[in-house]
């Protein structure tokens, strides 16, 4: 019960006593950073070869590293150091210490390991309640967590958390959206996690089966994450459903969902950074760039045991800001990711990424959020197909009301990125769907 219990900051919000570390001064959590830094770093050294060798190869020792500003000069550990020493060769625990081990998708070659011993597991939860309490999710919440369970970390990852904040929760996992629908009106669930893009789905099957989410859900918040989105699409997803949309980061190398999470100003992910330490980094020089600079978002765990991680380049690309919130958090937050840089995709010599695409088509109104973006080639030259899906009432509109909309997003998307696409209207219900992380790229000329 006591686990449970909120109290008030002077900032007028409630806390979860399990996210006291959010409001720390600011001089505290650096004298703890840099505890649990030294700590990983020795740790690392000892038990991880690899890092071991890239420290020696730069004359450094886990001694010399006296500040934060010392990490700067220790080696990045990249995706590719977990495929090379796969399964177990990144582990600084021995296996009759490490109880879980989960594994990421893969979709190249071997997928990646990651692995928890019981203490990890702990912090684990602990940052998942504080993720979900930073969103407003409390006790008495009925919880149905959409995210995949299994190898995947965010159903399990989630689930846990979210018993330990005392939600009572409905492990649905992703699929059989009709199933998921009832069982969220029958029960009166409160809050859905799941993929941005699954709960659009369940907005469709939903709206297709004559449900009005408004009127027949309970709905208050939705815990969003796991891919990318858009702000437009946050807007959208709240206009339609009436639900709190919020964002929560996490990527499995680093532990899981619950890296960081919103607050309820919607104004950046919180990153827990008495267990994550952001830096944002300069990807072609490698530099560390000062907060406000958008850039590639590297993560050091200062509390992971099995699998410490140290300088992780995370691919993904945001922005640190480190103004303090209106929620009276100390920890600085990170901006909406807006790209991985692996996403990014060069038609005819411009650099766009497919969020500048999702903005446009949302901005021109009307359409559904539903959409896919081709990408040819054509004797020597790119090809831009973006396909839009009609929602039923657009459907049957006059081709008049079409064209016009047509120019719309045209021109929004010619505006956004410099591109002249070919937009395609579909019919509704065409475009893939996905239970899990949706790809809404199909680029053939890599074939
Ligand atoms: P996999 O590697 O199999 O995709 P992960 O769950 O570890 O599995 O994926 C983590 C990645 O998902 C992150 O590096 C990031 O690119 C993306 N991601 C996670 N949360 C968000 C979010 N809130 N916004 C944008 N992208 C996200
Ligand atoms: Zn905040």
């Avoid at 008495?140 to 904040?165: K, P, V, W």
């Avoid at 297709?208 to 699409?233: C, H, V």
Wanted: aromatic fraction near 8%; glycine fraction near 8%; charged fraction near 25%.
């Amino acid at each position: 019960m006591q686990e449970n219990f909120c109290f008030w900051n002077d900032a007028g919000n409630p806390v979860h006593p399990a996210s006291a570390a959010d409001f720390l001064p600011r001089a505290q959590l650096t004298l703890m950073q840099l505890h649990r830094l030294q700590v990983t770093i020795g740790r690392a050294y000892e038990h991880v070869p690899i890092f071991r060798e890239r420290m020696d190869a730069k004359g450094l020792k886990p001694a010399d590293i006296r500040s934060m500003a010392d990490l700067a000069h220790v080696p990045f550990t990249i995706k590719n150091d977990l495929r090379e020493t796969y399964p177990f060769g990144l582990f600084a625990s021995p296996i009759e210490d490490i109880v879980r081990l989960h594994a990421s998708s893969g979709t190249t070659g071997k997928p990646i390991v990651v692995a928890y011993t019981q203490n990890d597991l702990t912090v684990w939860k602990q940052v998942v309640i504080r993720a979900l309490a930073a969103a407003g999710v409390h006790r008495g919440d009925i919880l149905q967590n959409s995210y995949g369970y299994g190898l995947f970390t965010g159903g399990m990852g989630l689930h846990y958390g979210a018993e330990a904040l005392g939600c009572t929760v409905l492990p649905t996992s992703g699929g059989n959206t009709e199933r998921q629908l009832m069982l969220m009106r029958d029960m009166g669930v409160t809050v859905v996690c799941s993929t941005p893009s699954y709960f659009l789905h369940l907005l469709d099957v939903a709206e297709n089966s004559g449900l009005d989410f408004k009127r027949d859900f309970k709905l208050r918040i939705g815990i969003f994450g796991a891919e990318p989105w858009t702000e437009e699409m946050r807007q959208r997803i709240q206009d339609i459903s009436g639900v709190h949309a919020s964002d929560i980061y996490g990527l499995s190398e680093i532990i899981g969902p619950g890296v960081g999470g919103e607050c309820l100003y919607q104004t950046g992910m919180h990153i827990f950074e008495d267990h994550f330490y952001p830096e944002i980094i300069d990807p072609e020089t490698l530099e560390v760039l000062p907060a406000g600079e958008i850039g590639e978002l590297v993560l050091t765990t200062l509390s992971k045991e099995a699998m410490p991680m140290i300088r992780y380049r995370t691919r993904d690309l945001s922005q640190l800001i480190d103004e303090p919130c209106r929620c009276g958090r100390t920890i600085r937050r990170i901006r909406r990711i807006s790209a991985r840089s692996d996403d990014m995709l060069i038609i005819r010599g411009v650099n766009i990424f497919p969020s500048q695409i999702e903005s446009a088509l949302l901005a021109a109104q009307m359409t559904s959020p539903h959409y896919l973006i081709v990408v040819d080639r054509k004797g020597n030259l790119d090809t831009l197909e973006v396909q839009v899906e009609l929602t039923s009432a657009l459907f049957s509109d006059d081709i008049s009301t079409l064209e016009k909309l047509h120019k719309r997003i045209s021109g929004a998307i010619l505006e956004s990125t410099g591109l002249r696409a070919a937009v395609t209207f579909v019919k509704p219900q065409t475009l893939p769907r996905s239970e899990g992380k949706l790809s809404r790229v199909r680029d053939l000329r890599k074939k």
